[in-house]
Each structure stands twice: as structure tokens, then as C-alpha cells.
């Protein structure tokens, strides 16, 4: 779980600091203004220490600075390293983040219940990427969560990008280890993450509105040696490139829970998740995002949509996530290096720029209306 | 029962309320509008007991439309906040009595309410219903004045009657 992420002369940012809520965060900005950026650095840092302790060797800078730098060339794909720095930075980049960890308690429990919720606490990660003169820019870790036990645990995070992967998801993983695609890795790690659910066992996780998802899409998906195929409910199974662009999106959403890959204490990240989405579809899926915030999923989304921010409105409005930690973000470009503002309301950030855009729009009508 | 007619909207008030037209009062003609060119709101409204003071603009879009919905909620943000200085200011003004003391008691409330009366002209096409979608409205409202009414009204005159209890009734 992400508590803060720090940026200093990464990409557009200059400084910015972003504090994230353990329930839904909404992060909201035009194009180019580094929603997504902010999004993968939160998943590159939350996911460090599992892919780190993944071997079960000790953690040193040394490791951490080769994790950090093939992650952050996968992530971001910049031809080199020194791209993602700021141009005109005086001063070094810098990517310092909170990761919440959680220290298991001693309690003995059923084969039928879930492992206890451990204390949790918050773990530092501080590197900084300097500019050689002769060999580029290079990572230096200043600082790991080396105080955390051998025994925290740091659920994988899940990032979903903003085009679905349930169409090429056959053969996605190998093409990734045979070929050099401009893909990001986000997409090889979903598919990674889906390859390998943590469970066999569905989860019991919100029922109700996944019945509802399965009933609208018309089945569930399910891996079948390696290919995802739509099981439908009426008997049968479709390839799922058969099925509507938005449906294949609420199909992986409900994968990702049923097959236990999001799992309580984890993150979600979703980038604009309203993409090729119908808005009649966005109700049932902003739904089950918010439902998973409340189920202690912690939730990150970046969205453009002034459809899918009402939605979370009218679903925050309601008496049953009145007690969901919620967090907003707003990013304006600027020539200082892009500037965040942030709140518990949506009200109390500035701009949104998809507001802005709807009510020029309005004062366009308004001038031919007569 | 109090009514006042604003803007050509007839505004029917139950007993115990109070009413200024602000920006048609002479100690804002004639005085503050002079202070830093300060703007001025349409209505305020004070319930019974001095428990709560509607801050009150009106926009008839049906008839006039000057101002552009992109700039609306800056405008009106501007209004509020020159009418509440105003007020600070009529309520030690001695040369209008009753302006002096609806200022007065208009400066004790425990509560500050703001509504904005957006009349639309409607059936204008299916994409745009109404000019400014209230919803958005609303929102764009909050953000330019949670620190004044974290609930600000924004809606036509049936709206407004519906949300309290005043019958407003639009020309």
C-alpha cells in the first residue's frame, strides 16, 4: 500500500508531493501532466520489495539500484536513463516513497479464514538518479525499508493500463522475452499477474456486484491452458476477442478479484479506467473499484472522465463509504514543473480541467443557440 | 408573509424572515460600490432568529446571457465575498437605520448560506438540455466557495422552492 510519493525533477515534475488515503485516491489532469508517471512510480516502489525478496536474498542498495533501474527503463521506456530527467533540473532527480508493510501478529487461524490483517507501518525508499559526465545517469538507493522484518509483508500491487490486454493476453508474456516492444511493462506484468493467480480458492470478495458484473458481460473469464476464454453462463465458452471492448475490461476487473491477484493491503492501480468504456458500463465498474477500496484494497486511479468523477461522487454520498479514506489529486501544467493539488473532497482541488472543458463547451452552445 | 420581487422574480418568504436587495440598496450604490469597484449580490435573505443568511444570485439565462458559463462561478465568488465586506461595513453605517441593522444582524448568524438561481431556457437540444449541466454546476460552485456555504445551492426557481422554504416564482 502506497502512503507517499515524492518526485523531485522526474519527467515534468519539479517538486511535488503526493499523499495517498489506504481507500480510493483519484488523481485527475490533462493530457501531459504526469498522471501516468505518478501512477507507475507509486506501482515501481510498492511492488520493490516483493520482486526484491522474490529470491529470498538480502536486500542491499546494489540490488536495489539494478531493480530500480531495469523497472524504471521497463516502465517508462525511455531510450535511456537520462530521459526521464527534468530538462533544466539543477539538481539531481530524486524518488523518495512510503510503502506500507504489514508485520504479521501471532494468531492461530482456520483453514476457512483469512491470514489476520498484520500492524501496519509505513517503510521508506529514497533514490536518487545522478548524471555522470562520461557514463549517463545512473541509480543510487540512499535509502531501503532495511528496517522492516524479514517477515513483512508487502502485497504485489496490480497496475492496470489504460488499453485492455484480454484480446492479445495468448502469447503477450513471450513476446515480451523474445522481442523488444515498445509495450510498457505494465502490460507484461498483468498478464504476469494473471498468468499466476495467489489462489486456486475464488474470493468471497463483494459477491453481490461481481454476480452483477458477470451477469452484464454474460460469464466470467477463466484461464484455460494458457488462453483466457469467457465462460459463459448459459453454458459454453467464447474467445474473449469475440466480446465488446468495455465487457473484456469489466471481465479482467472481475478475473483480478475472483482469482484472488487483488488481494486486501494490496494496491490497484488503473489508469483511466473509463477508456473504451460506455458510460453505462462505468457505473457497474467504478462500483466495484470503490467497493474493493472499502474491502481494504487500496484503489489509484487516474481519469479524465467527468462522467467517471461524478460516479465516485454519488457512490462517496452514499451512508455505506461515509468511514472511506478518499483522496484527490489534481495536477496543472506549469513552467515550474507540474503543480498538485490535493484534498478529500473534489471539490477542494483545482483544476479539473475536464469541469473547465464542459463549461466552455456550454458557453460554445450558447453563443449559436440563438 | 414577506415578498419581494428581484430581478422580475417574485420571491414569497414565510413570516420571521428578512430581506435586503443588496445590490439595489442605496448605502451600495451610493458607497461601496465605490470601494475597490466591489461587487454586489442580488438577495439576502435572513431566517427567523438570525440562524442562517442566504447569500442569494440570480441569472436568468432565459434572457440575458453577458456572462459566459466559464465565468460565472468566479463572478459569483467575487459577489460573496464583496458582500460580506460590505455587510462588515453597512452594519456601523448610521445614515441608513435599516440597512444598519439587517447588516447587523445579517454579521451574527451562525450559518452562511449561498444560492445561486440559474434559470435556463430549456428544450434547446438533446445534447444540451440546459445550457450549464447543474450538476457540473454544482461542483464548479463548491469549489469557488466551500469556505463560505460547503453546500451551495445551484438550481432554477423551482429548485430553490423545493430546497427551502420560500416560493420563488420566475417571470
Redesign the interface.
Known amino acids: 500500500m502506497l502512503k507517499q510519493l515524492t518526485i523531485t525533477n522526474f519527467t515534468a515534475f519539479a517538486k511535488a508531493r503526493f499523499d495517498f488515503s489506504p481507500g480510493l485516491n483519484v488523481v485527475v489532469g490533462a493530457n501531459a501532466t504526469g498522471k501516468t508517471h505518478v501512477l507507475k512510480l507509486g506501482y515501481m516502489f510498492t511492488r520493490a520489495w516483493p520482486d526484491l525478496k522474490q529470491k529470498r536474498l538480502s536486500l542491499s542498495e546494489k540490488r536495489a539500484d539494478a531493480y530500480f533501474e531495469e523497472k524504471l527503463m521497463g516502465l517508462f521506456r525511455p531510450e535511456s536513463l537520462e530521459h526521464v530527467v527534468r530538462k533544466g533540473a539543477k539538481t539531481s532527480t530524486r524518488l523518495q516513497a512510503f510503502v506500507v508493510g504489514q508485520i504479521p501478529t501471532v494468531k492461530i487461524y482456520m483453514p476457512n479464514e483469512s491470514p489476520p490483517p498484520g500492524i501496519e507501518e509505513p517503510f521508506p525508499w529514497d533514490i536518487e538518479i545522478g548524471l555522470g559526465k562520461k557514463e549517463g545517469a545512473s541509480i543510487r538507493t540512499t535509502e531501503l525499508p532495511s528496517k522492516a522484518a524479514e517477515n513483512t509483508i508487502f502485497p504485489s500491487p496490480v497496475f492496470v493500463p489504460s488499453k485492455e490486454i484480454v484480446s492479445f493476453f495468448e502469447g503477450l508474456i513471450s513476446l515480451f522475452e523474445t522481442y523488444k516492444i515498445q509495450l510498457d511493462e505494465t502490460y507484461r506484468d498483468l498478464a504476469v499477474a494473471m498468468t499466476h493467480p495467489e489462489s486456486r480458492q475464488p474470493s468471497e470478495l463483494l459477491p453481490q456486484l461481481l454476480k452483477e458484473l458477470s451477469k452484464t458481460i454474460g460469464g466470467e473469464l477463466v484461464l484455460e491452458e494458457g488462453k483466457l476464454m469467457l465462460r459463459q453462463s448459459e453454458g459454453g465458452y467464447m474467445e474473449p476477442q469475440l466480446l465488446a471492448e468495455g465487457y473484456r475490461k469489466l471481465g479482467m476487473l472481475l478475473y483480478l478479484v475472483r482469482n484472488r491477484v487483488l488481494q486486501p493491503g494490496s494496491t490497484l492501480f488503473w489508469d483511466e479506467p473509463e477508456a473504451n468504456l460506455n458510460p453505462q458500463l462505468m457505473r457497474p465498474m467504478i462500483e466495484v473499484l470503490t467497493g474493493l477500496a472499502a474491502q481494504g484494497i487500496q484503489v489509484i486511479l487516474a481519469t479524465h472522465s467527468?462522467f467517471v468523477l461524478?460516479e465516485i461522487?454519488i457512490l462517496l454520498r452514499e451512508k455505506r463509504y461515509q468511514e472511506l479514506s478518499r483522496s484527490f489529486s489534481a495536477l496543472l501544467p506549469s513552467k515550474q514543473g507540474v503543480k498538485v493539488s490535493q484534498g478529500t473532497a473534489?471539490?477542494?482541488v483545482?483544476p479539473?480541467l475536464s469541469?473547465?472543458a464542459?463549461?466552455?463547451q456550454?458557453?460554445r452552445?450558447?453563443e449559436v443557440?440563438d | 408573509m414577506p415578498n419581494v420581487i428581484v430581478d422580475r422574480f417574485l420571491f414569497d418568504l414565510p413570516t420571521g424572515w428578512t430581506c435586503l436587495k443588496y445590490d439595489d440598496c442605496g448605502f451600495y450604490r451610493a458607497h461601496f460600490n465605490a470601494v475597490a469597484s466591489s461587487k454586489a449580490l442580488d438577495l439576502l435573505a435572513l431566517a427567523p432568529q438570525g440562524a442562517e443568511l442566504w447569500l442569494v444570485e440570480i441569472k436568468d439565462y432565459r434572457r440575458q446571457r453577458r456572462t459566459k458559463p466559464e465565468n460565472l462561478f468566479t463572478e459569483i465568488a467575487h459577489k460573496v465575498r464583496d458582500t460580506l465586506a460590505g455587510l462588515a461595513a453597512a452594519r456601523v453605517y448610521v445614515n441608513d437605520p435599516t440597512v444598519q441593522v439587517f447588516a447587523d444582524h445579517a454579521m451574527r448568524v451562525g450559518k452562511l448560506r449561498v444560492a445561486f438561481l440559474l434559470q435556463q431556457p430549456t428544450h434547446q437540444s438533446r445534447l444540451f438540455p440546459q445550457i450549464v449541466d447543474p450538476a457540473n454546476g454544482r461542483i464548479k460552485l463548491r469549489q469557488a466557495l466551500r469556505a463560505v456555504d460547503p453546500h451551495p445551492f445551484l438550481g432554477n426557481a423551482a429548485d430553490l422552492t423545493t430546497k427551502t422554504s420560500w416560493t420563488v416564482t420566475p417571470p
Open positions: 467527468l461524478r461522487e473534489i471539490e477542494d483545482d479539473i469541469l473547465d464542459d463549461l466552455a456550454s458557453g452552445f450558447m443557440m
